[in-house]
């Protein structure tokens, strides 16, 4: 079965740093673009950036571009998002997506989602 | 940035119903950019539609898209008790993609 499994439920204070996690698995994990969208509670979605395991080529929003890094680990399957600096307008649900093709263009639709990992930044 | 703008905000139908929700994008989106997902409660969205038109696998035909530059609709003939939830368009050309911000169906 293809499917991605993020990292679980993370409660930060602002200012502190956080890197969280996506496991692909029953699929070619390098030939695959994988994103990250944030949405907020009662919002839509909001694309982060987009990124190739298999060399990490790496394509960022301008409105996440120095706030959070996008990272991938070839060698076990794991895509990551990262803050050096959180903020309480971070907090939100973080999903992983896989892109629908093994292409090479980096532009298509979001085909395989993870569960979501929720992101709670508080004082 | 193109901005996608869904409406109506939210659809009241009963099952049986049709429904035609629209997505209008701030300036040109090529077709094959295009897709349509399904959200609800507590999980992540679901493909529905990519290149404004190609159902994604497992998607019943009751789900159709049509559209091109900049004025994209999602039909769904005859409503299931399943099918109410939340929709939302997305463009995956230019970066940054962009999302609309959603068109809720729900039960009349």
């Known amino acids: 079965e293809v499917q991605l499994v993020q990292s679980g439920v993370e409660v930060k204070k602002p200012g502190e740093s956080l890197k969280i996690s996506c496991k692909g698995s029953?699929?070619?994990?390098?030939?695959?673009?994988i994103g990250w969208v944030r949405q907020r509670p009662g919002k839509g979605p909001e694309w982060m950036g987009i990124i190739y395991p298999d060399d990490s080529d790496t394509r960022y929003s301008p409105s996440f571009q120095g706030h959070v890094t996008i990272t991938a680990d070839k060698s076990i399957d794991t895509a990551y998002l990262q803050w050096s600096s959180l903020k309480a307008s971070d907090t939100a649900m973080y999903y992983c997506?896989?892109?629908?093709?093994?292409?090479?263009?980096?532009?298509?639709?979001?085909?395989?989602w993870g569960q979501g990992t929720m992101v709670t930044v508080t004082s | 940035e193109i901005v996608l703008t869904q409406s109506p905000g939210t659809l009241s139908l009963s099952p049986g119903e049709t429904a035609a929700l629209s997505c209008r994008a701030s300036q040109y989106v090529s077709s094959s950019f295009l897709a349509w997902y399904q959200q609800k409660p507590g999980q992540a969205p679901r493909l529905l539609i990519y290149?404004?038109?190609t159902r994604a696998t497992g998607i019943p035909d009751r789900f159709s898209g049509s559209g091109s530059g900049t004025d994209f609709t999602l039909t769904i003939s005859g409503l299931e008790p399943e099918d109410f939830a939340l929709y939302f368009c997305h463009q995956y050309g230019p970066t940054p993609r962009t999302f609309g911000q959603g068109t809720k169906v729900e039960i009349k």
């Open positions: 997506a896989r892109q629908l093709r093994a292409v090479a263009t980096a532009h298509d639709a979001f085909h395989i």
């Open positions: 290149g404004a038109s």
């Open positions: 029953g699929y070619s994990f390098t030939s695959y673009w």
